[in-house]
Nanobody, 126 residues
């Protein structure tokens, strides 16, 4: 069992920035592809960004966040980050960290991810 703990959500004005963190206390991220998903009220959970387990650190992003969000990982600290810049009201959602130990590359589908954090709320005001 991998427990994921997110932090860093909050309320920010449009155009502002936030950095989300996801930690796995006592576990290593080296064996997992990591990703961030988000879910707005009344909508399905959607892929935001992902990063593979291998040292190349290849990443993938949803079109809606490309150029604004950056995912990164620090395996020494067992932490993955999501830097969110130029935030928009439509970015408002609960953001979830997820771990996938099976896929070769970054998967954008919810079913690929076995472990999930509890979620952190991000609210962007206009």
């Amino acid at each position: 069992q991998v427990q994921l703990v997110e932090s860093g959500g909050g309320l920010v004005q449009a155009g502002g920035s936030l950095r989300l963190s996801c930690a796995a206390p006592g576990r290593t991220f080296n064996d997992y592809n990591m990703a961030w998903f988000r879910q707005a009220p009344g909508k399905e959970r959607e892929f935001v960004a992902g990063i593979i387990r291998r040292i190349s650190g290849s990443t993938d992003y949803a079109d809606s966040v490309k150029g604004r969000f950056t995912i990164s990982r620090d395996n020494a600290w067992n932490t993955v980050y999501l830097q969110m810049n130029s935030l928009k009201p439509e970015d408002t959602a609960v953001y979830f960290c997820a771990a996938d130990g099976s896929s070769f590359g970054v998967s954008t589908g919810v079913p690929a991810y076995k472990y999930w954090g509890q979620g952190t709320q991000v609210t962007v005001s206009s």
